[in-house]
């Protein structure tokens, strides 16, 4: 049961008034029949007078009697005063159906009391996935409990122009259009691209209302959508090779000075780490691939002149290139065994067929070369063995031409120092 008034709360249960009266101020948008709207933590008062400007009935205050809905006991410490109910430090749990009764038990008044937390201040992200129009999408950061929306407005402002956010209200301020199909998201549309904009993301609720501002521009933002229409296919009789082709994403308007780049990334199906290439036509043919290998290709694009971010990866394409032949194990002289990490992911590959991993033009050039040396070899050996064979013919002339020669050396070294200057 309520708590008769004390005295000395009655100054501070004014002042809760007050305060109530103020949030309730900020909220007349919300003004629903038979509805009110507290905060919790807050004193809370409910009146059993009627709203202003109703025929209301005298009742002595003494008679009045407060009830919850489906006879649920009032809340704890809740005071009874002057025919009105006040709930200090209201509790979530607080909220629901009361009415207030006269002596007769006749219901006087019945009120919805919906109890909840100011709005805190939401984060915003924005993308955009074309350079004409952006989208900003935002998040709560306090579950109030309460009815809510939002105000989101935008500046603009010029980057290379004046510094000031602009101040003139009519031209300048634009609304960061809701769609009520995708709630908490807003689109500023018919952007430009060398423009900066502020926008203002403001949750409102019954009691009262914050805002977020976030400076955006294109430039950083844009990311686009994933290209669409992924092929890839084995290029016949090239055993290492497979074409993909795509398309821009259906999102991104067409026009010479705004185009994207790509860069695909590819990997055998059972192999763990991705290679990729960079390119800024709509395909290209991968030339490493394994033989006979099921490969996975994807696809992203990301503004040409590298503004903003990559797009996500696209849906991903499978081929195996080459003939799809299985090469026979052992077939030591037309393969080259093993993946680049064979230890990375053995669990995937337990019978790894064996892989030519090089080029027929690689297998000529080493042949060549090979050639070469063995023919530089046996020529060198041809060399040495004919020298031999003529010392052995004639040893004689040799061995007195080497002792003439010794002996002047001799005959030199004997000469005075002062001789041989
Ligand atoms: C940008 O928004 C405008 C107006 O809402 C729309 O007509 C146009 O198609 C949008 N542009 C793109 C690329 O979606
Ligand atoms: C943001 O928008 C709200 C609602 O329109 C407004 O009350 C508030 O003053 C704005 N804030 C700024 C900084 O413009």
Known sequence: MCAPTPGLRR????????????????????????????????????????????????????????????????????????????????????????????????????????????????????RASDYENFSCSWTPSVETFLPTRYITTYRKKLLMGDEKWSRTPSSQVGPCVQDPGRPRTCTVPKCEFWSSYRLNITEVNPLGSSFRLLDVTMQAIIKPDPPEGLVVEPVPSAPRRLRVRWQYPASWPKEPHFQLKFRLQYRPVAHGSWSTVETVNLSEVITDAFSGLEHVVQVGAKDFLDAGNWSEWSAEARATPGPGLTVAPGDEATTDAGLESPAEEPSLAPNPEPIDRSDPMEKVAILISLGIFAFFILAVVLGIASIVWLRLRKPSKDETKKHDFLAAAVRMRALPKAQIL
């Open 11 to 126: 100054v501070m249960v004014l002042l809760a008034a007050a305060l109530v009266s103020a949030s309730v101020a900020v909220g007349e948008d919300w003004r629903e029949e038979g509805v009110q709207y507290g905060q919790v933590g807050a004193d809370v008062i409910l009146s059993c007078a009627s709203p202003p400007g109703r025929a209301q009935p005298l009742v002595p205050s003494l008679e009045v009697e407060w009830r919850r809905d489906r006879a649920a006991a009032l809340p704890e410490g809740c005071i009874l005063r002057d025919g009105d109910l006040l709930l200090p430090q209201a509790k979530l749990a607080a909220g629901g159906a009361y009415s207030c009764h006269d002596g007769t038990g006749q219901i006087l008044r019945s009120i919805f009391l919906r109890l909840g937390y100011l709005p805190g201040i939401p984060s915003v992200t924005c």
